[in-house]
């Protein structure tokens, strides 16, 4: 069975000191041919330009890996203000996981009723 998405939630504080480890183990969810959850509302950051480098990764091997994800933040439109963009690939932003679970499965139903040829 198939799973509409991976919830992965970040908790505690994200500083200088740990920003590249937690960048680290973000890529091995792309291999799992699921749309991505990404859960910041729990982040404690330091410093303003530490969450948008961690998601400006994130986008990069999420881009690279072909895999659809949503950020759930508290103020997740001003975390994707500072993404730079990446042709071909939005970010969609949800209040909360439950908000995200609808967004994707609603792109998996669009997804199916495409027509195969015209």
């Given amino acids: 069975m198939r799973s509409v998405a991976v919830d992965i939630t970040i908790t505690g504080r994200l ?3 740990n920003v590249d480890a937690a960048a680290g183990q973000l890529p091995r969810y792309t291999c799992l041919e699921a749309a991505l959850i990404l859960d910041v509302r729990g982040l404690d950051v330091d410093s303003g330009q530490l969450l948008p480098h961690l998601l400006s990764l994130f986008s990069a091997e999420c881009h690279w890996g072909g895999v659809e994800w949503v950020l759930v ?12 963009p990446v042709e071909g690939h939005d970010t969609a932003e949800a209040a909360s996981v439950v908000d995200a679970l609808a967004f994707c499965t609603s792109a998996i139903r669009i997804r199916r009723s495409l027509p195969l040829f015209e």
């Avoid at 933040?73 to 730079?84: E, G, R, T, V, Y």
């Fill in 15 to 17: 500083g200088t000191a």
């Fill in 73 to 84: 933040a508290d103020h997740a439109d001003l975390c994707l203000d500072h993404l730079p």
